[in-house]
């Protein structure tokens, strides 16, 4: 009749994690509200370095970043090291990984 397969341990895991992020959001967001506002500054209102950033988890070498968005591979360079000098983001074997989660439309708020 139905083939219902039952979810793997690592995919409960993930899901569970992504609803405490949710439930938690409040919290942190006031616990990393100053680097977020950093992270915000340094972007600005630039749609593909706002991609660049998200795609910054540390499975990404900067040229597949470059690559997926079509941010210019100095400018992301820049921002990969403004990032790190401002002690937002860390880079291994050339993959940038920002030091917080950041929420699905953090530009697009008004709010600083």
């Keep these: 009749?139905?083939?219902?397969t039952m979810p793997t341990d690592t995919e409960l895991?993930?899901?569970?994690?992504d609803l405490l992020a949710?439930?938690?959001?409040?919290q942190i967001a006031?616990?990393?509200k100053r680097q977020r506002q950093e992270i915000k500054e340094l972007v600005g209102?630039?749609?593909?370095?706002?991609a660049a950033v998200y795609l910054m988890d540390g499975n990404r070498k900067q040229?597949?970043?470059?690559?997926a968005t079509g941010f210019?591979?100095?400018?992301?360079?820049?921002?990969?090291?403004?990032?790190v000098s401002g002690k937002l983001a860390t880079v291994v074997d050339g993959k940038p990984r920002l030091?917080?989660?950041?929420p699905p439309g953090l530009f697009d708020k008004d709010t600083k």
């Design 22 to 26: 949710i439930m938690a959001e409040p």
């Design 30 to 32: 006031e616990r990393d």
């Design 99 to 102: 030091g917080l989660r950041l």
């Design 13 to 17: 895991l993930t899901e569970i994690r």
């Design 45 to 50: 209102r630039r749609p593909k370095a706002q």
């Design 1 to 4: 009749m139905y083939n219902l």
């Design 72 to 83: 210019h591979q100095g400018d992301l360079s820049k921002l990969v090291k403004e990032l």
């Design 63 to 67: 040229s597949e970043i470059t690559k």
